[in-house]
């Protein structure tokens, strides 16, 4: 199985920050990449696939980049409701792995 | 606007078998992948695996002994089995679409875009 690791595991960040969040993969997986936020209680969303194409009605502040084995997402300016769980997947190939998610908190 | 809603039992005995199904609404049942997705109360997510509208499948291998998916295309709905369950089977369920993008080299993107509400299922003595 390709194992994602995602960095860090939970940060604290204010309103209007800039956040980065990082996902390696254990094997190059090209730009089979994708991201989602989980809210609790919630349904993940799907924020962005193959690695920095963003899905439809997902704010512009969200973007992705890297391809290989390296990836990030980035929120440029942190929302009220940004204040989440987000997780990275892996489509390369079965078993689509997910990262184990990084927490955003308020600081 | 695609709708996903499953259900299923909430509440199972160890050595019994999970059964869910999801129903979809609002888009069309052909062409995607149908997929299920569990998370651990406070854990991480886990792709249990997917099946296309003609039923070929894709299993996770750490569950591929216990899991069985099918498909109902005439009634736009896909289920989960899942056998001999234990109280590490206790997660909420998800179901979702699998989506797939063509790229300008020719291979799929592939990605989930719609999601069910979630079922709890709770395995305990």
């Known amino acids: 199985d390709i194992q994602m690791t995602q960095s860090p595991s939970s940060l604290s960040a204010s309103v209007g920050d800039r956040v980065t969040i990082t996902c390696r993969a254990s094997?190059?997986?090209?730009?089979?990449l994708n991201w989602y936020q989980q809210k609790p209680g919630k349904a993940p969303k799907l924020l962005i696939y193959a690695a920095s194409t963003l899905q439809s009605g997902v704010p512009s502040r969200f973007s992705g980049s890297g391809s290989g084995t390296d990836f990030t997402l980035t929120i440029s300016s942190l929302q009220p409701e940004d204040f989440a769980t987000y997780y990275c997947q892996q489509s390369y190939k079965t078993p689509r792995t997910f990262g184990q998610g990084t927490k955003v908190e308020i600081k | 606007q695609v709708q996903l809603r499953q259900w299923g039992a909430g509440l199972l005995k160890p050595s019994e078998t999970l059964s869910l199904t999801c129903a979809v609404y609002?888009?069309?049942?052909?062409?995607?992948?149908w997929g299920w997705i569990r998370q651990p109360p406070g854990k991480g997510l886990e792709w249990i695996g997917e099946?296309?509208?003609?039923?070929?499948?894709n299993y996770n291998p750490s569950l591929k002994s216990r899991v069985i998916m099918s498909v109902d295309p005439s009634k736009n709905q896909f289920s989960l089995k899942l056998t001999s369950v234990t109280a590490a089977d206790t997660a909420v369920y998800y179901c979702?679409?699998?989506?797939?993008?063509?790229?300008?080299?020719?291979?799929?993107?592939?990605?989930?875009?719609?999601w069910g509400q979630g079922t709890l299922v709770t395995v305990s003595s």
């Open positions: 099946i296309n509208h003609s039923g070929s499948t």
């Open positions: 094997q190059s997986i090209s730009s089979f």
């Open positions: 609002g888009g069309s049942f052909y062409g995607y992948y």
């Open positions: 979702a679409r699998v989506s797939a993008t063509l790229s300008s080299s020719d291979f799929y993107w592939l990605y989930s875009d719609y």
